[in-house]
């Protein structure tokens, strides 16, 4: 199945967590939340755009006690950080997704990597190994996460704040993707599913543009109906994107 346009579509925000212990299959079923669960449920209907991600409290790690919001909207593209005491409320956690100038502003790029075993078997096996070889590489810049979408992808990688959503992720080019994200870039268009926010027509249109020679910095989208056209000051194109039935496929990797 290819992966070009299957990335999770309009975010412009995510909230991450730090979680300690077991995680449930559904991330807010999991017991001692760091926050309450109606909270986080009731900050995310305010802030439109917004996805949650659990992350695992690593001992020792510099982010371990930190609440984290990755700000990609086409206005800005940054990661800031907060105490977990600074969201006293539902309505005070919905602020801290709001504002991309408020907090700590955190040095990327930050890569997530699925290691969600209660929801998919693939992710704990193919998603551990990846992440302890991204680790080795990137340090701390790598949290272990719950379910990010698209199992059937595994290894599955997201990194902020570029926001590139990577899928069948391979060990040895840990490096290149760490180098890229680094510059806001791709590794490899065939592992990009998607770029935040853009929904599936625009992303399966940047990753045949990026496979023409395209890049992201500087690069605007824009869309009207089937068509998506793309600018940078090095290359301008147009595509026409059509979404396809394809038959049914199994939800996991293997």
């Known amino acids: 199945e290819p992966l070009a346009g299957t990335a999770p579509e309009h975010t412009e925000r995510t909230l991450l967590v730090p979680h300690r212990g077991p995680m449930a299959k559904e991330p807010l079923d999991s017991p001692q939340l760091a926050l309450p669960r109606e ?20 001992p ?51 890569h997530l990597v699925c290691t969600h075993g209660k929801r998919d078997a693939c992710c704990a096996r193919r998603g551990t190994a990846l992440h302890r070889a991204l680790q080795a590489h990137a340090g701390d810049r790598v949290l272990r996460t719950s379910h990010l979408g698209g199992h059937r992808f595994a290894p599955i990688v997201h990194s902020f704040p570029a926001g590139l959503c990577f899928g069948r992720v ?10 890229a994200a680094a510059r806001g870039e791709a590794y490899d268009p065939s592992r990009l599913r998607g770029v935040f926010p853009h929904d599936g027509f625009e992303s399966a249109a940047l990753v045949r543009y990026l496979a023409e020679g395209g890049t992201l910095a500087r690069a605007s989208v824009s869309r009207e109906g089937e068509l998506v056209r793309i600018t940078s000051p090095s290359l301008t194109r147009v595509y026409r994107v059509k979404r396809e039935s394809l038959e049914p496929r199994p939800l996991s990797c293997g």
């Open 39 to 58: 909270w986080i449920e009731a900050a995310l209907r305010a802030v439109p755009r917004s996805r949650m991600h659990l992350f695992v409290r690593e």
């Open 170 to 179: 391979e060990i040895d080019e840990v490096a290149r993707l760490d180098e």
């Open 60 to 110: 020792g790690h510099p982010l371990a006690d930190a609440l984290l919001v990755a700000h990609t909207s086409p206005e800005a593209r940054v990661i800031r950080r907060f105490s977990l005491a600074e969201a006293t409320s539902a309505e005070a956690l919905a602020e801290l997704l709001r504002s991309p100038s408020a907090g700590e502003a955190v040095e990327g790029p930050l």
